[in-house]
């Protein structure tokens, strides 16, 4: 007898429909086996299948089981098909009709239980799109699933309970999506930019580049407090939007990193991989092609200290995620595409040794030194980064006493509450466009939003010729114009808004 | 480009030719050849002055030499120096960019450029119609040994020798002695006391060298008046308020945007937009990290 059980199989961000056919033969010498392209994890879901069946006190047929997963020519990974491979064995066994418009999806425990599995959100999705009722998950994942409504998931504690349910004996409820209570959103950073005394512009940088989510590059001596600002950074996150929060969930169902009854991601995700970092762990790949740290950072932070110190290749390598917002990644087998919209923080020192601009310090390196080290960040990927600040090495006794200093410390909740309206009339500015933030503009939507008035526009030509401003530069300065414009709620692009953008561009000079 | 200059003209000059620069004849032991690239004119030895100081210029060094070279090589003084990066070649570029002439003696081989990445101001430098000079022929490595052998040529060559900013080891003090030797001017800019990089000039002002002030303690040397001598150093007018203490708090010493904005009692967002406006306007630029007041 004939089964067939509806399942699916996670790609990259992509879902595709999978059937399971599970044959019982009445006639052939006992056996279980499983084609259609199998990895180790599949084909061993043998072993588990049968002994969560037998261990639910079910008798486990000794007949001719094949079971076959189609389509056959794609390799099928993970755990995930134990369930419903294991409810089309016991769909021939107990006789009963399986729910119509249904998916299974689960990895089995041996005693018969459900373990938390990844990428039900994703499943939930592609359920929604195709129009399949219900779903059936383990019940550690079903919170995960259950954000998208308009789908039944039904959160499966183990197959004895889903058995009686298929037969008719018990009713179940699906699961109603419950926001993460015994977890407050509190935006939680780990240093509070009330707690880091001076660099008053460094910080006036980073509430612009949170606003209008600019790329930022931090230059300074060790010790002058650059980490620690990027740090702090998180905390004037503001959270993420609906739509983002299901982009970056969706990432995070993907690479498994929603935890049991996990519920939507709302806070922007901080990323600060070492410089020793891979190609592929930054951005992404591997022989199933997981996501790497540009694509966990997607709609949040990416930190990157010591900015030069990354091999070339996997700086270079950044040059896509920064242009186009995504990654696409090809292998001789599958191909993925992910989402990679975050925003860049990149710390680096002045020169090799770290002391060029120090006050006290003397720089050890020679000018040859110097050049080397600055040219291994090239200059398409500087090109991609719109807001340049010196951090200076700051004496912090002297301005621990200094009340004046104490006096205009603001916290970084002060700090948020601008960074939300400015968002919100960018939201508003581009409720019709495919971009969020003012970073994201490219030349077309320049032209549409950041009409320059003859004056502003004249000191932008002047500042072009004195400050040797590249043309890219230029529509860098009219976007930070535009963010700084949108923090004063102002409508137009004053000229203190744009004289202020130029404190932000790249020094050329040594 | 390398090529190119090698297969630009060589002039030799022998000590016996009646082109020879005179001043340069009667030290003790002058070059008996010199061997030269650009324009040889015997005007342009009339008027020298020679300009030395540190590699490691600080921020102030460049000004100070800014201020003064444009000055004097505007008037048609001809700065002559040793090619060597810091302020040597900033002297060079301040001499071409208000349009005088310059010389510069190098330590090496006729054919080399060294240092190699200041290509630019070399072949800038014959472009205007000034000399490249030195003693020895063909494509020789300068070593330790051919620095002092070229900073002879250097004071020879000049009626006075200006040292800008030098520690107590700088080589431009090489050329001090050698000036004074020569019975030659010599001139020291004061520094800050804090800076080791002022310590070799102050020391020169100790043991008699003429401290210059502004540019016609230079000028008066050589008979002449900078016309452009400014009445009040940091004088603008026309400001307002904030533009005022901007200019007052950054003439008394250069500092960083946070700093100032904490002297002047203004957000750096504010103060950021005021003083890039006074940047285009040519009243303060900026140069590591710091503001500082244009002369």
Redesign the interface.
Known sequence: MLVKVASALNLGLHTLAMEVEVNVANRGLPAFEIVGLPTKAVAESKERVRTAIINSDIQFPARRIVVNLAPADVPKQGSVYDLPIAVGILATVMHCRLPERSLFFGELSLDGTLRHTKGALLLALFAKERGVENIFIPKSSANEAAIIKGVNIYPVENLNQLLSFLCGQISFEPAIYKENQNKQIIVEAEFDMSEIL????AK?TMEIAAAGSHNLFMVGSPGSGKTMLARAFPGILPLLTEKESLEVTRIYSASGRIPPQGSIIKIRPFKAPHHTTSPVGLIGGGSRLKPGEVSLAHRGVLFLDEFNEFPRSALEALRQPLEDGYITICRSREKATFPSRFILVASANPCPCGY??HPKK?CICT??EI?KYRKRISGPILDRIDLYV?V?V?DIKALSC?Q??KD?LESSKTIRQRIIKAREIQQRRFSKETIYTNAEMKNKHIKKYCQLSKEVNQ?LI??GT?FHLSARSYFKMIRIART?ADLEGAQEIL???M??A??YRP?S?G | MEQCCLLMKIKVVEINNSEYPCLLRQINNPPKKLYCKGKWDVDIFRNCLAVGGSRQMTTYGRRVTDELVSKIASVGITIVSGFMYGVDAQAHKAALLSGGKTIAVMPCGIDLIHPGYQKDIYEEIIAKGGLIISEIEGGSLPAPWTYPRRNRIIAGLSRATLVVEAGLKSGSLITAGLAKKFGRKLFAVPGPLTSSLSQGSLQLIKRGADMVTGVNDILADYGLVSPEYPANYFSYSGLNKLEQSIVEGLAQEPKEIDALSRLVNVSTSELGATISLMQLRGMVSEEKGKYYVNF
């Open positions: 001076g660099q008053e512009q006036r060029l601009y003397v000018r040859r050049e010196e200076p700051v200094d004046k200093v205009c000191i002047k500042a004195n700084i000229i203190p808004h004289a202020e130029l404190q020094r000079e």
